[in-house]
């Protein structure tokens, strides 16, 4: 197996940093691996916003779900889907542009691209990194706080931060359940339950007068912080001039 394979296979998300700093060198290699992901058209439909200053990453760690971990890394790096360039560049070319659902999920597929490839960069290099989709919340609070305009909206952040202990590698569901040839496989009701099987095993170990799914599904679909992000979201779709 190749270092890139190995790189990939191995990964962990970390939430325990220690105080060494990442290098500016590292740091450059990472935000560069990011910017020759592949993209739509070549567009670039994305922007990122680098941030070390600890008093903001402590109001991160808090408008992100309150997730304290979030301030002890030494650096985020906000993966912002951004039309207002485009839309900047059509305006001192004579057109009047109007975004579409199209360009906010092709802007949101272009800079989750590119944040995987800093991921793998960051990882390569030895250092730690974790995804924080709660950026999509408090969609007001976070455009004030990185002076955001019209067109853009950060879907993800990633923190990065070199660590003492790897945690275990987590398992994930058995890829029949997942790969499928030529088209796509409907699971039968006995197949769907034992595609879950490992997850309820783990589960039941801790909690055996609980139901998995009924306690997934409160804790994350039916959470305060899944219905303030479907806000943000539709808040932000609604700043870009699409119907949400």
């Known amino acids: 197996m190749n270092d890139v394979l190995k790189t990939i296979n191995n990964h962990r998300s970390i939430r325990r940093f220690n105080d060494e700093k990442i290098s500016e060198k590292d ?25 070390k200053n600890k008093e903001t990453l402590a109001l991160l760690s808090e408008t992100c779900d309150h997730q304290g971990f979030i301030k002890t890394a030494d650096t985020a790096i906000i993966f912002l889907a951004d039309m207002s360039k485009w839309a900047k560049y059509f305006k ?7 975004a579409h659902m199209s360009d906010f999920i092709l802007a949101l597929n272009d800079t989750l ?13 030895g250092i730690g990194t974790c995804y924080i989709g709660d950026i999509m919340e408090n ?10 305009p019209k067109y853009v909206f950060p879907c993800t952040m990633v923190v990065f931060g070199h660590f003492d202990q790897t945690p275990k590698k987590r398992e994930r569901f058995n890829k029949k359940f997942l790969v ?10 006995e197949e769907t339950l034992e595609m879950f099987q ?4 783990v589960y039941n170990r801790s909690h055996p007068e609980n139901n998995f799914a009924k306690a997934f599904y409160n804790r994350k679909i039916n ?6 992000m479907n806000r943000s ?3 932000a779709l609604t700043s870009w001039g699409i119907e949400a």
């Not at 910017?35 to 990122?48: C, D, I």
């Not at 499928?180 to 009701?189: A, D, Q």
């Not at 490992?198 to 095993?201: F, L, N, R, S």
């Not at 959470?223 to 303030?228: L, N, R, Y």
């Open 223 to 228: 959470s305060d912080f899944f219905k303030e």
């Open 180 to 189: 499928f040839n030529e088209k796509y496989e409907i699971l039968s009701n």
């Open 233 to 235: 979201i539709k808040k």
């Open 92 to 98: 001192l070319n004579g057109i009047k542009y109007k």
């Open 113 to 125: 691209i590119a944040a995987q490839n800093s991921v793998i960069a960051a990882e390569s290099l």
């Open 139 to 148: 969609f007001e609070k976070h455009q004030t706080i990185l002076n955001l």
């Open 198 to 201: 490992y997850k309820e095993k």
């Open 27 to 51: 740091l450059s290699l990472i935000i560069d691996a990011a910017l020759r992901a592949p993209t739509a058209g070549n567009m670039m439909m994305y922007s990122m916003v680098t941030i």
